[in-house]
């Protein structure tokens, strides 16, 4: 592999860590708004943690975290 090849994978490998990211951010904002929806709705945190395949504490934590 020449150094110009090694960049090039270099650079379309971080490119796909970007976007997978972003894919991951908007997922989690998602999932948080709905959480938050079922919880107004009244669902209890430990079902709404069943079904978003979290731990009831994850759940939690995803309510509490800061938006980034």
């Known amino acids: ?3 110009a090849e090694a ?3 270099i ?8 976007r997978a990211e ?6 989690t904002a998602g ?3 709905l959480i938050r929806e079922a919880q107004t709705s ?5 079902q709404i943690a069943r079904e978003a ?4 504490q994850g759940a939690y934590d995803l ?3 800061r938006p980034s």
Request: no cysteine; net charge positive.
């Open 1 to 3: 592999m020449t150094d």
């Open 7 to 9: 960049i090039k994978g």
């Open 11 to 18: 650079r379309q490998a971080a490119r796909r860590r970007e």
């Open 22 to 27: 972003q894919t991951r951010r908007e997922a």
């Open 31 to 33: 999932i948080l708004r």
């Open 42 to 46: 009244g669902v209890s945190i430990t």
């Open 53 to 56: 395949r979290l731990s009831t």
């Open 63 to 65: 309510l509490a975290a």
